[in-house]
């Protein structure tokens, strides 16, 4: 697997390489023709290659990119998912957990992370885990606060973690997507090494054309002495 930018940067490189070793090849058959009795009246001959057609076949293998999300609290979806998470983590510890209703809005701690969510200006990060992490919400919902708010004695540690879990969750489906900025993507050259459980991957045929042209550095000598140098491109 490789980065599709490395993969280019290497075929480009290597038709670079190609192009200097058919110049040099040219200058020596045009020597051997200077110094030949009879083919020195000759013109040496030299190919080029103005035009490069490239069919690559590659499989995608993998895409990384960066999204810049958004947080706007929707109340009653935001109720709704938090109640279906508590719900299921009573049925794993074997109780319940009773739902809450929009009294845990109210609650000062809670207020100032929803406004602190929906001033913030966030940057582009890998994935919606990046967006709010877990920390902030133990932060706020600290043991006396679940306590006081769900009701879950202090000899239920796992329960309590699991609740800032629940409420870690349902703030992160208030995210959405506003942006996303491709940085990589990544690449396997031969499509014929598609192994089983690899049809989810995405096989693309990369059309290439290859237009040449030449660069020329001259170096002049001005009046006063000093060179500078004269890049050309043709």
Same mark, same amino acid.
């Given at each position: 697997m490789?980065?599709?930018?490395?993969?280019?940067?290497?075929?480009?490189?290597e038709?670079? +390489?190609?192009?200097?070793?058919?110049?040099?090849? /040219? @200058?020596? &058959?045009? !020597?051997?023709? /200077? +110094?030949h +009795?009879?083919?020195?009246?000759?013109r040496?001959p030299?190919?080029?290659m103005?035009?490069?057609?490239?069919?690559? =076949?590659?499989?995608?293998?993998d895409?990384?990119?960066? &999204?810049k999300?958004?947080?706007?609290?929707?109340?009653?979806?935001?109720?709704?998912?938090l109640?279906? !998470?508590?719900?299921?983590?009573? +049925?794993?510890?074997?109780?319940?957990?009773?739902?809450?209703?929009e009294? @845990?809005?109210?609650s000062?701690?809670?207020r100032n992370?929803?406004?602190?969510?929906?001033?913030?200006?966030?940057?582009?990060?890998?994935?919606?885990?990046?967006?709010l992490?877990?920390?902030?919400?133990?932060?706020v919902?600290?043991?006396?606060?679940? !306590?006081?708010?769900?009701h879950?004695q202090d000899s239920?540690?796992?329960?309590q973690?699991?609740?800032?879990? /629940?409420?870690?969750?349902?703030?992160?489906?208030?995210?959405?997507a506003?942006?996303?900025?491709?940085?990589?993507?990544?690449?396997? =050259?031969?499509?014929g090494?598609?192994?089983e459980?690899?049809?989810?991957k995405?096989?693309?045929?990369?059309d290439?054309?290859?237009?040449?042209?030449?660069v020329r550095?001259? !170096?002049?000598?001005q009046?006063?002495? &000093?060179?500078?140098e004269?890049? &050309?491109?043709?």
């Amino acid at each position: 697997m490789i980065t599709l930018t490395d993969y280019l940067d290497y075929l480009n490189s290597e038709l670079l +390489e190609a192009r200097r070793r058919a110049d040099e090849a /040219a @200058i020596a &058959t045009a !020597r051997a023709y /200077a +110094e030949h +009795e009879y083919l020195q009246h000759f013109r040496a001959p030299r190919f080029t290659m103005p035009a490069i057609k490239l069919r690559l =076949p590659v499989r995608v293998d993998d895409v990384e990119e960066r &999204t810049k999300y958004n947080f706007h609290l929707r109340p009653t979806e935001f109720l709704n998912g938090l109640n279906d !998470r508590l719900a299921k983590l009573g +049925e794993q510890h074997g109780t319940v957990v009773e739902p809450v209703g929009e009294e @845990i809005l109210q609650s000062d701690r809670f207020r100032n992370l929803i406004v602190k969510l929906e001033k913030e200006d966030r940057a582009y990060v890998p994935g919606i885990k990046h967006a709010l992490p877990l920390s902030v919400v133990s932060g706020v919902l600290t043991r006396p606060v679940i !306590r006081d708010t769900f009701h879950v004695q202090d000899s239920a540690p796992e329960l309590q973690t699991g609740i800032q879990h /629940a409420v870690h969750g349902a703030l992160q489906e208030q995210f959405q997507a506003v942006s996303s900025r491709l940085d990589r993507i990544h690449v396997t =050259p031969q499509a014929g090494s598609m192994q089983e459980g690899d049809s989810e991957k995405l096989l693309l045929e990369l059309d290439i054309d290859l237009v040449e042209e030449g660069v020329r550095i001259r !170096r002049i000598t001005q009046d006063d002495g &000093t060179v500078r140098e004269e890049l &050309t491109i043709d």
